[in-house]
């Protein structure tokens, strides 16, 4: 099964990708690892219906790559840059991607909970200058406690422990080592979106504005993508 935007199933609780035959869901954290590797070449095998969660981040998934090694082919790599403004809403929600000499990403989330403070909430990635490994690949997944039935019965995050993911319930933050970086919550969005729009089987050149989005307004945004042909080219 070749990734691309078309064989996005679900995007409900995670990114799911798929056919009629078989499907394999909580695949943004990895290719968010990929992405940030510079990998566009792999065969990936999964005995499962989900990729494991590891420790809720894609820390984990860097260090494994890292480990096993990366080859350079004889292949042009392919980047798909982006001539004219794209956007994809949904109600308050949008994602816009617009010309840009690079790859930034600039990420805004809103929950109705105190412990997501206003000042925590917004973050401005520009990965020609910063480390997705020290600023981003880090960040878990968070939930909060009273959605953790409707996980299971969607028979995500089996395993789901405080080890691989940040609880919040209505107090605050339930881990006892409480936060990795002071807006964890926003920079694992980002690093969902990351590996979201690593579906499109080129890296994009551009700047993203991106605005409460999750994985269902970041697939759209690639269908966007894909229809307006005539705003981006392929190099």
Known sequence: LKVDPMIVLDTRLCSTIGNKDFQIATVEHLMSALSASGIDNITIEVSGSEIPIMDGSAITFIHLIKSAGIVDQHAPK???RIKKTIEARQEDK????????GFVIDFTIDFPHPVFKTEDSHVNIDFFQESYVQDISRARTFGFKHEIEKLREHGLAKGGTLNNAILVDEKGVVNIE???YENEFVRHKTLDFVGDIY???AYIIGHFEVNKSGH???NKMLHSLIEDK???RLI
């Open 78 to 80: 392919e980047f798909i």
């Open 94 to 101: 949008f994602a816009i991607f617009e010309p840009h000499q």
């Open 216 to 218: 269902s307004l970041n």
């Open 199 to 201: 579906l499109a089987q």
């Open 230 to 232: 005539n705003k981006w």
């Open 178 to 180: 409480g936060l990795r």
